[in-house]
C-alpha cells in the first residue's frame, strides 16, 4: 500500500479519531481476515450473517494490527437477533478499544480506503470479465506482464465488492501493472467496481448461460459485462473476444481503441492453425507458434493474454515463453494425475459454457484408452437448468467421450439428451450418490484411460478427483506389490 498513517486513514473513510498516541504510526495494508493480519496493517471487522468482526479484533491487535476499522453498533446488532452484544463487548480490550476508528460502514471503508490508494498509483489496471474463463485470462495477462514489468493480480476469486478493495491495498509505488477481475452478482456491480479500480484496459472473455437465478437471460449478463466496457474512456484499450458475437457487440459501446482477438478473419489478434492434443494446446499468430498446456478452451484466455502483452511492448518470444510456463490452477482443468490413468481436474465451477470446453477438450486426447467425463450438475441455472442439461447430454452424444458418469438432481435430464442423439445408454450412466459412481468408477477404470472431472463448485466433484489420486495410489502399489 502507499504511505499512509492512521490520522490519515480516519480522515479518509470519515472514521471517529483515535488515541493521538497511535496516530502518526503507518499502515502497511488491510485485511478482513483476522487471521492473516500481518505488522502494521488495518483489520476492517466486516459484518457477518450471524457474527460481527469486531469478535476477532483482539486477535488481530495481538498479531500486530495497527488498527481496527469497525461499524459495530451493540444495539442494531441485538435488534437484529445475532450475536448476544455482551461476547462482543468482552472481546473489545482496551487496546482495541484505544486502537477502534467508528466508521459507518465497515464495508464503505474498505473501498474509500481502496479508492485513494488506487488514486496514488501510476501503475496500469487491467479489468477482466466475462462469464467464462475469467480467472485464467486474468492469471495468463499477469504471467505474460510479468516477464517485463512488476505488477499485482487479484488472489484468488477476490472479484467483488469486497475482493476489489482487497486486490487494491496490494498496490504499491513500484508496481507497473495490475489485473483484477470484475464480477457481477447483479446489475450495476462491475459499473461500480470499475469506478473504483479505474481500469484503463478492459478485456471481455465470453458471455454465455451462467448464474441466471440471479441475471434470469442472457442479455442481462451481456449488459453487466458491458459495465466494464463503458467505463474505458478515450486514451484506453478495449480487448473484445471476437469469436462471440455477444462480446464484440460490446465494440460500439466505448470511445476507447477497441483491438479484437479470435480465430475470426475480424480479430486483429488471430489464431491460425490451432491444435490440440493430449492435453496441450497449440496456435500460431503471425509467424509465431504457442503452445500451452491445457484444453482447447483456454485459447481465448491465451490471445487475450497475447493481445494485451503486445499494447505492453513485449515481444511475440517472451510472449510465448510465458504462456508455455502456464500452468492452470488445480480445478481449472489442470492435469493432476498422469498414471496408471489422467485425471482433469475441472471442478472448480461448470456453466454450459465451460462444460461444452471440457467436452471439447477430453475428445482432444486420441491416445487416451477411452476418454471418461464424470459430470456434477451445473447450479443457479434458474428455469433454464432442465433444458440447459439436456443440451449437454446432445453434446456428450456427439462428441467422441467413451462413457460419461452423470451425477446430480439433473443427471436424468442429460441422459435424456444423450438418448435423443442416438447414444446408447452403455455408454452413460447417472446417479444420484457419490458413493454408487465411485463404485462404477471402481469397476470400470482402466490403466490408460483419460478422467476429467467437471461440475459446479456446489457439487463438491474434487471428491471424485481426491478419490481417483487415492485409487492410483493403490493401483501402483498393488501393481508393483505383485
Known sequence: MHDCTISQLARLITGTP??????????TGGTIDSRTVGPDQVFFAMPGNRNHGML???DAVARGASCVV??????????????????????????????TIRVASTVVALQE???????????????????????????????????RFTGIQSPGNFNNALGVPLSLLQLEPAHDFAVLELAAGKPGDIRFLSEIAQPEFAVVTRVSAAHLESFESVDAILRAKRELVESIGRGGTVFLNADDPAVLSMASATSAEVILFGTTSEAAVRASHVSACNGVCSFTVDSTRFS????????????????????????????????????????????VL??????????????????????ESLSDWPEARRRILVFGDMLELGKAAEHLHYDIGRAIARSSIDHALI?????????????????????????????TLQAMLDCILTAGDVICVKGSRGMKMDRIVNWLCEQSRAATTDRFAA
Open 338 to 359: 498422469s498414471f496408471p490413468w489422467t485425471v482433469i481436474d475441472d471442478t472448480y465451477n461448470a456453466s454450459p459454457a465451460s462444460v461444452m470446453g471440457a467436452i
Open 407 to 435: 451425477y446430480g438432481r439433473h443427471a436424468d435430464h442429460v441422459i435424456r439428451g444423450t438418448q435423443s442423439a442416438g447414444q446408447s445408454l452403455n455408454r452413460c450412466s447417472s446417479f444420484h450418490d457419490v458413493n
Open 113 to 147: 480506503l481502496a479508492r485513494w490508494n488506487r488514486r496514488q498509483s501510476e501503475c496500469l489496471v487491467i479489468g477482466v470479465t466475462g462469464s467464462v474463463g475469467k480467472t485464467t485470462t486474468r492469471q495468463l495477462i499477469a504471467a505474460v506482464m510479468m516477464s
Open 18 to 27: 483515535v488515541d493521538a498516541c497511535i496516530g502518526q504510526h503507518r499502515i
Open 70 to 99: 469497525s461499524d459495530f453498533n451493540a444495539d442494531r446488532w441485538s435488534n437484529e437477533g445475532k450475536a448476544p452484544s455482551a461476547s462482543l463487548h468482552a472481546s473489545d480490550g482496551a487496546e482495541t478499544d484505544r486502537r
Open 56 to 58: 476477532f479484533a483482539d
Open 292 to 335: 500451452l498446456r491445457g484444453g482447447r478452451q483456454l485459447l481465448t484466455a491465451a490471445l487475450a493474454a497475447v493481445a494485451v502483452g503486445r499494447v505492453a511492448g513485449i515481444a511475440d518470444s517472451q510472449i510465448a515463453e510465458s504462456v508455455a510456463e502456464f500452468q492452470p490452477d488445480a480445478g481449472r482443468g489442470r492435469v
